[in-house]
């Protein structure tokens, strides 16, 4: 069983600063790609910002071009963890922020999404 925790949500004023973390737990055999998405009241679920293994920078990440310049993805040393620096917040980032990992559960399997239960984010302005 795969396990993603994330913490580090909050309220923060227009303009600070919030920094999310991830942890996978459980028994599997490796991790592809990690990545933070959001859905915000009566919206879609949307990809916000996600980094897969290989290049040469320690992964490969991609970005919404709504949070480009500000938000920042990293993964740990392990490759089990994922963190999010938010920076320059906008009331418009408010919205639960659920961390999503491609986990391969043994040598050969396919990889598989799972979710983290989420976060709230809140920015006010």
């Known amino acids: 069983q795969v396990q993603l925790v994330e913490s580090g949500g909050g309220l923060v004023q227009a303009g600070g600063s919030l920094r999310l973390s991830c942890a996978a737990s459980g028994s599997f055999f490796s991790i592809n790609a990690m990545g933070w998405y959001r859905q915000a009241p009566g919206k879609q679920r949307e990809s916000v910002a996600v980094?897969?293994?290989?290049?040469?920078?320690?992964?490969?990440?991609n970005y919404a071009d709504s949070v480009k310049g500000r938000f920042t993805i990293s993964r740990g040393p392990a490759g089990n963890t994922v963190h999010l620096q938010m920076n320059s917040l906008k009331p418009e980032d408010t919205a639960v922020y659920y961390c999503?990992?491609?986990?391969?559960?043994?040598?050969?399997?396919?990889?598989?999404?799972?979710w983290g239960q989420g976060t709230q984010v809140t920015v006010s302005s």
């Open positions: 980094i897969r293994s290989g290049g040469i920078s320690g992964g490969i990440t």
């Open positions: 999503n990992a491609a986990v391969a559960v043994a040598r050969g399997s396919s990889y598989l999404d799972y």
